[in-house]
Nanobody
């Protein structure tokens, strides 16, 4: 089993920054990808950024390109999401997720993700 614990959410004004951190523990010896997803009220959960472990390939959804940065720390088993120039439309619950192996689609497809954190609220005020 794998446990994921997120931290770093909160309330910030538009234009501000937040850093989310995801700590993975348990059976983390086999990772295909890790990612951050978000779900706003009334909307489906969608990918924000993802990192393919073996190649270090990175994906960002279009709306966050140039503003968000995903990074990993192998020694600490953490994946962070640095969010800058935040907008009210970034308001959502953010989830960290881990994929143990490929199942289909791309490495940022939700179908691949086996383990999910509890979520952390990010609220951006205008």
């Amino acid at each position: 089993q794998v446990q994921l614990v997120e931290s770093g959410g909160g309330l910030v004004q538009a234009g501000g920054s937040l850093r989310l951190s995801c700590a993975a523990s348990g059976r983390t010896f086999s990772i295909y990808a890790m990612g951050w997803f978000r779900q706003a009220p009334g909307k489906e959960r969608s990918v924000v950024a993802a990192l393919r472990w073996s190649s270090n390939s990175i994906y960002y959804t279009d709306s966050v390109k140039g503003r968000f940065t995903i990074s990993r720390d192998n020694a600490k088993n953490t994946v962070d999401l640095q969010m800058s120039s935040l907008k009210p439309e970034d308001t959502a619950v953010y989830y960290c997720a881990l994929a143990r192996s490929y199942r289909g689609g791309t490495y940022y497809s939700q179908v691949n993700y086996d383990y999910w954190g509890q979520g952390t609220q990010v609220t951006v005020s205008s």
